[in-house]
Each structure stands twice: as structure tokens, then as C-alpha cells.
């Protein structure tokens, strides 16, 4: 049994429940025959993913549906050995490059020249091109951005990118002037409370317009995680009702318990424990961007004795 997050995924750009505009611009840059490289960016839970797979849908057809999870060793001049999980069809592959820490050059180098060498399986494919996925492009160093840029030129006629990332402001000029920029906006509160609207009423739910919304404004426009929490409410209770608590994960609650300790006392016991909080943080791969902003946010509603 699927999330419903993965179960009502829309396939193609026709099914996208909003920025219609945009969906139709991509579908005309897909069928218009010269595909350039994208850099599709914005905030998490926004879509991004979802139109990039929709975008290899239109390009290759089902085909791109058939995926499968590969390992790969390369590697480095040091004879330091990386492993690599990837995920591929028979017309691309999709890979996170930051994984690999500071030896993420040699994997982007290895991974398109691989790519860009190999011939594809299907050749009633209607484009003699396979593209590669790029994730987290805003995490790779600069010595990796540089070799992709590199790489990028090198391997055009056979391979095209396609880069996503949250923001552009780590990304090198470079690549950005070689990418065409696809900006996705975050949903607005009323996009979402439609989205879970018509996700409950597939799963034969009645949902209440005003959980809809308090949904929506808790998930601070993040699509996944509005339909993430729904699922949990109606896990918890069922029928849904207006003053229904919202669950919130384990580390949201954890990171509020942080803050208000850091807020109440400062000694240097209080400081070893909070580190030691951060780490726990850490090794559970809550990014540590998201830990420090999260608590900025909960220190500031946290009131000192």
C-alpha cells in the first residue's frame, strides 16, 4: 500500500493541478524538438520533482515509468572506492552527486561520460538523447559545478541535464547560462486545500474546508508535506473534525523541546546537552540547514522565564 503522496502523483503535465500556464510551456518546449539542458528550482514541496518526471513522460513515453535501483562503484585518483545508489530507465538516470561529499566531481564525470557513451536500449525511442537527473545541484562543491559545466559542453549531442535544486544562488554562473531556468513556485494555501480536496474524495473521504486549510497553512505551502499530514490525521481519526490536532513528526516536536532548553537556561551543562540534542538531529539526516532555521523560528516563540 503506497502514500498517497506517491499513489495520486500526477503522471503527465495534462493531470498537474496547478501552474497550468507553465505545464503548457513545457509541453511546447518538449515537443518543439531542440530540448536544452534545464535548471528547475524552488522550494521543497513545490513540485519539481513531479514536472521533471512529467517532462521525461512526454519525452520517452511509459517506458520512462520502468524504474529500477542500481549501485555503482567509482573510483577516485586516490583509489578511494565511492559507492553510489542510482536510479535509471532505459532513457535515464537520476542521481544525487552531493552523496559522494567532496569526491562528487569524479562522480558526475564518471556517471555522464558513462551515460553519454552508452547506447540506448530502445531505439523507437522518438529522441536519440538520454538525459540525466541531477538532485541537491546547490550542494555539489565548486570544483564539481565546474567539471559539470565541463561536461556539459562535452557530451551535448547524446546526453541532456536536467538540474533541480532549491535555489540558484550557489549555483555557478556558468551553468546557469547554459541551462534554461524553470522556476516552480510554491502552491498557494488555496492550490493545496483543492489538491487535498480531491485526494480525499478519491480515497471516499469527506475532508472539512476549515481542516483543509489549517493543513495547507501548517505545511507553510509545502504540497508533500500537506498531503503527508493529512494521510496521518486520518490514520488518527476518522471522520475527520474542524478542531482536529494535526500530528506533527518526531523531529518537529524534538527540535521545539531544543529550543525552549536553549531559551530557558545558558550554562555550560545546558550547552553540552543541546549539542548533543543537534547531533541526534544530525544522525537522523535532518539537514542541517533546516535545523538551524527551524530553530531560529522556535526560539523566537519561545518565551524566557
Known amino acids: 500500500m503506497s502514500l498517497w503522496v506517491d499513489k495520486y502523483r500526477p503522471c503527465s503535465l495534462g493531470q498537474l493541478d496547478y501552474h497550468k500556464e507553465q505545464a503548457a510551456q513545457l509541453r ?31 519525452l520517452y513515453g511509459v517506458g520512462v515509468e520502468k524504474l529500477r535501483i542500481e ?20 532513457y535515464h ?18 556517471m555522464l561520460k558513462t551515460v553519454a557513451q552508452s547506447q540506448q536500449l530502445e531505439t523507437s525511442s522518438q529522441k536519440d538523447f538520454k538525459v540525466v537527473l541531477l538532485t541537491e545541484v546547490d550542494k555539489l562543491t565548486k570544483d564539481a559545478q565546474h567539471a559539470l559545466r ?7 549531442s547524446t546526453c541532456r541535464l536536467i538540474l533541480c535544486c532549491n535555489s540558484t544562488s550557489k549555483v555557478i554562473p556558468p551553468i546557469r547560462s547554459r541551462c534554461l531556468a524553470v522556476r516552480v513556485p510554491a502552491p498557494s494555501i488555496e492550490d493545496i486545500c483543492h489538491v487535498l480536496s480531491t485526494v480525499c474524495k478519491k480515497e471516499g473521504l469527506s475532508l472539512p474546508s476549515q ?16 498531503l503527508l499530514m ?16 494535526i500530528p506533527e513528526t518526531d523531529w518537529e516536536v524534538y527540535l521545539r523541546e531544543t529550543a525552549n532548553a536553549i531559551v530557558s537556561q545558558q550554562t555550560p551543562q545546558r550547552l553540552l546537552e543541546v549539542r548533543g540534542r543537534l ?22 516563540s519561545c518565551e524566557a522565564p
Open 28 to 58: 511546447n518546449l518538449v515537443q518543439c524538438g531542440d530540448f536544452p539542458h534545464l535548471l528547475v528550482y524552488g522550494p521543497s514541496g513545490a513540485g519539481k520533482k513531479t514536472r521533471i518526471m512529467c517532462i521525461l513522460r512526454e
Open 230 to 245: 493529512c494521510e496521518a490525521c486520518r490514520v488518527q481519526q476518522y471522520p475527520f473534525t474542524v478542531d482536529q490536532e
Open 279 to 300: 547531533y541526534e538531529l544530525l544522525t537522523h539526516c535532518i539537514p542541517p540547514e533546516i535545523i538551524m532555521k527551524a530553530s531560529k523560528e522556535e526560539s523566537r
Open 93 to 110: 538516470l537520476e542521481v544525487n552527486p552531493s552523496d559522494a561529499g567532496n569526491s562528487d566531481r569524479v562522480v558526475i564525470q564518471e
Open 150 to 156: 565541463r561536461t556539459m559542453e562535452k557530451y551535448m
Open 71 to 90: 549501485h555503482q562503484t567509482i573510483t577516485t585518483p586516490s583509489k578511494k572506492k565511492i559507492e553510489i545508489s542510482t536510479i535509471a530507465s532505459n
Open 211 to 226: 481542516l483543509a486549510r489549517k493543513l495547507a497553512e501548517k505545511s507553510c505551502r509545502n504540497l508533500r508535506k500537506a
